[in-house]
C-alpha cells in the first residue's frame, strides 16, 4: 500500500489525467510549450491501481464548441507548438468563443449538499452506524461526514474530438444519476472526484475503473457498435441501457475493486462478481 505524488509534463495540447484526489489544472511553462500537471493522493491504495492517461482529448462539457470538436494538430513537440497557437487554441480546457474551463470551481459539477461545517476529526453521527475507520491515518473519506451527503462528486468527461460530442451527448448527462444511485446503494464515495475517458475501441475491455478515473470503451457508445441504429435506433432504449449498466458496472468497482479487493489479482473475480450484480441495480435505481 502506498500513496504518490506525481508531477507530470506534457505537450501543452494534451491532457493528462491522473489517479489524484485534487483535479489538477495544467501550468503552462513558457518557452517549452510544455504543461505541468500535479496529482497526488493522501489514501494508502495498492500501488497497481495507480493510473496515468496522457492524450490529444477534449472535456466534454454541456455546450461543444467548433475548436472543442476540432481534431488537435498532430506531431507537435515541445519547442514546436508555438508556431500553431495563433491559429488554433492547442489548450485543450479553452477556447475563444466559450472559455468553459477557467478555475478548478468552474470545470466540476457539485452536488451542493456538502457541509463546510464539519471537521475531519468529527465523526458523530455518520450514519447509521456512527461507522469509525481503524486503518493508518489519513483523511478517510468514509469518516468526512461531509461526504456521506455528497451524491454525486465532482466528475467530468474527456473524449477524443471524434467522440466529444457523443461523449457530450449520452455519458455527461448520465453521470450524476449513476452516482447518485450508486451513493444511495453504496454509500459515501470512496474517491473524491472521477474523471471518465473514452478510450478507443480498441481498449482490452468494454471499461477499466482506478482510483478517480475511469476508462470507458468507445464500443458502449450508443452508434458505435455493430447493429446500432437497425433495431431500435441510435441512442434507443437498449443502447442507452447498455452504456448506463456498463457505466454503473465501473462505479460500482469503486467499492468492490478498489477500496477493498481481493489479496491478488487471481481472485479478481470477487470484485467483478460484486460489479456484475450491482451493475443492474445501481442501473435501475438511476433511470
Ligand atoms: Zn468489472
Not at 505537450?11 to 489544472?25: I, M, Y
Not at 489514501?43 to 476540432?70: D, E, H, K
Not at 467522440?163 to 449520452?170: F, G, N, Y
Not at 478510450?199 to 452508434?223: D, E, K, N, R, T
Request: with cysteine; aromatic share 8%; charged share 15%.
Amino acid at each position: 500500500m502506498s500513496t504518490w505524488q506525481a508531477r507530470v509534463r506534457a505537450p501543452r495540447e494534451c491532457v493528462v489525467l491522473l489517479s489524484g484526489e485534487k483535479q489538477a489544472q495544467p501550468t503552462h511553462l513558457h518557452h517549452t510549450g510544455l504543461s505541468s500537471w500535479d496529482y497526488y493522493v493522501t489514501m494508502p491504495m495498492p500501488a497497481s491501481t495507480f493510473t496515468l492517461a496522457v492524450g490529444c482529448w477534449r472535456q466534454a462539457t454541456a455546450q461543444l464548441s467548433t475548436a472543442q470538436l476540432t481534431p488537435p494538430v498532430q506531431g507537435t513537440r515541445a519547442g514546436a507548438s508555438h508556431t500553431h497557437a495563433g491559429s488554433l487554441d492547442l489548450n485543450p480546457f479553452t477556447n475563444m468563443d466559450h472559455p468553459v474551463i477557467t478555475s478548478p470551481q468552474s470545470t466540476l459539477v457539485y452536488s451542493g449538499l456538502k457541509d463546510e461545517k464539519h471537521s475531519e476529526s468529527d465523526c458523530s453521527g455518520l450514519g447509521d452506524d456512527n461507522l469509525t475507520c481503524c486503518h493508518v491515518d489519513y483523511p478517510c473519506p468514509f469518516t468526512d461526514p461531509s461526504a456521506w451527503s455528497q451524491g454525486v462528486i465532482p466528475h467530468r468527461v474527456f473524449a477524443p474530438p471524434s467522440l466529444l460530442q457523443k461523449a457530450q451527448v449520452q455519458i455527461l448527462p448520465l453521470l450524476p444519476g449513476c452516482l447518485a444511485a450508486a451513493h444511495a446503494t453504496l454509500g459515501v464515495h470512496p474517491f473524491p472526484r472521477l474523471d471518465v475517458l473514452i478510450v478507443p475501441a480498441g481498449f482490452s475491455s468494454l471499461g477499466m475503473a482506478s482510483p478517480h478515473i475511469i476508462f470507458l470503451s468507445q464500443s458502449v457508445l450508443c452508434g458505435e457498435r455493430e447493429g446500432d441504429g437497425e433495431r431500435d435506433g441510435v441512442g434507443g432504449e437498449r443502447g442507452l441501457s447498455l452504456c448506463g449498466s456498463r457505466l454503473c458496472h465501473e462505479l460500482s468497482h469503486s467499492w468492490f475493486g478498489l477500496a477493498i479487493g481481493a489479496r491478488d489479482w487471481t481472485e479478481e473475480w470477487i470484485s467483478e462478481g460484486f460489479a456484475t450484480y450491482l451493475e443492474d441495480i445501481i442501473w435501475a435505481r438511476a433511470q
